[in-house]
């Protein structure tokens, strides 16, 4: 699944680890969603969602 | 699309409390030692100091992971956040896998040493093989999948 993690945590001027300590989750997991190696559970996109004040559609796109 | 900034409200990661983690230990030693006790009344000194030496050997990494983590602020790998109680869902879909895999190679390595008892091969030398088989499929697995996922 691809997303716009990255995108957003640039924008936001956060590294890797600040956001990870933001979300609650490890930096090896913020790296593994940017890369779209790893499709986080509907709790942790709802988490990434309301950290970028946005929507899961904005952030989340369907490889398909 | 989104707000130039970040909402900041976030969640504090969950951990294993210091008396938490101290009465885990406590406890696996006194389990060790009712196993090294339970050896040496049966007359098996030589496994007895084995559990003894394995068991203290666990509870020592853990000590040192966990101390690791303390002075750098976090721990390093799953493993050893997992050790710590602070795992993240991530950490805990790799393991899941992991026990998953380990648990389909038990199958296997039961079937072959069932066989290998069958054939004439030392019961006790086979359980201690299938053991030392599960634990390297469970590093193996654990280190691929913290690769891939």
Known sequence: MRNEIRRLREEAGLSQAALAEALAVSRQTVNSLENGRYDPSLP??????????????????DDV | MTTSEPQRTTRQPRTVSDRRFFLSCAAALVAVGLLWLTFTLAGEPDTAAGALVGGALVVAVAVVVRWRARRRGTADGGFGRTLLGAADERDKAILTASL???????????AVGLAAVALGADGSTVIGAIEAVLLVVLVAVLLTLSRRL
């Open chain 1, 44 to 61: 942790l996109a709802f988490s990434v969602a309301r950290y970028f004040r946005t929507t899961i559609e904005e952030i989340f796109h």
């Open chain 2, 100 to 110: 998953a895999w380990v648990g389909l190679a038990a199958f296997l390595a039961n």
